[in-house]
């Protein structure tokens, strides 16, 4: 499959390349792709939540009234889940969400994702370029010219450019990350993937 080359300014570098047929061409799997989201978003839940149970309450632990003669249910403390104040029954304890999945399964969301987005046409290939400094009306300039502004992208770049960074963060749709950290939900989030040209191999290297 090949894609055309694009400059930053929208126009035809004048050039092609050839997206690898392995990564960008496979029949997707649905599943994979399921559990590598699913694992995504499990991985971003703190797991801090927590209520108090009876034993956590501080107070007394007098019985409160006697046994039998009042009339009314028989309570053993004010701990007790049934009066205001006291401790919940089967309250959310501290837990970690993140469980483990097979890195051939991850690599097969990953292709997957892409796959699908190279099917639907959502992929362009832009050349490598840098921002002299950060500037977020430089970098909503770059999405305009490429007629990407109204559209929620995904930059992946081969290596660490600090301008770039700076310049996207403030744009509410716009994101960019590294080649290493490509992952299934990121993908399929956006609307349209911009692959730096030299991210390619990267991203070829990391999936094979």
């Not at 970690?96 to 991850?106: A, E, G």
């Not at 080649?179 to 030299?198: I, P």
């Amino acid at each position: 499959m090949k894609v055309k080359v694009l400059k930053n300014n929208g126009d035809d570098a004048g050039r092609k390349v050839t997206l690898a047929e392995g990564i960008f061409n496979i029949e997707p799997n649905d599943h994979a792709i399921y559990l590598d989201v699913k694992q995504f978003l499990a991985n971003q839940r703190q797991g801090t939540h927590k209520s108090k149970e009876r034993a956590d309450i501080t107070g007394s632990t007098r019985k409160i009234k006697r046994q039998k003669g009042t009339g009314t249910a028989r309570a053993g403390s004010i701990k007790s889940p049934l009066f205001k104040g006291g401790g919940t029954v089967f309250g959310p304890r501290p837990r970690d969400y993140s469980f483990k999945l097979n890195k051939k399964v991850k690599a097969l969301a990953r292709k997957s994702a892409l796959s699908y987005k190279a099917k639907s046409d959502d992929i362009a290939i832009v050349e490598d370029f840098t921002l002299e400094a950060p500037k977020t009306k430089d970098y909503l300039k770059i999405l305009q010219d490429l007629t990407l502004d109204t559209k929620k992208t995904l930059m992946i770049i081969p290596e660490g450019n600090k301008n770039l960074f700076l310049s996207s963060r403030n744009i509410k749709n716009a994101k960019i990350i590294l080649a290493n950290n490509l992952n299934t939900y990121e993908v399929l989030h956006a609307d349209k993937l911009l692959l730096f040209e030299g991210s390619l191999s990267r991203i070829e290297e990391i999936l094979n």
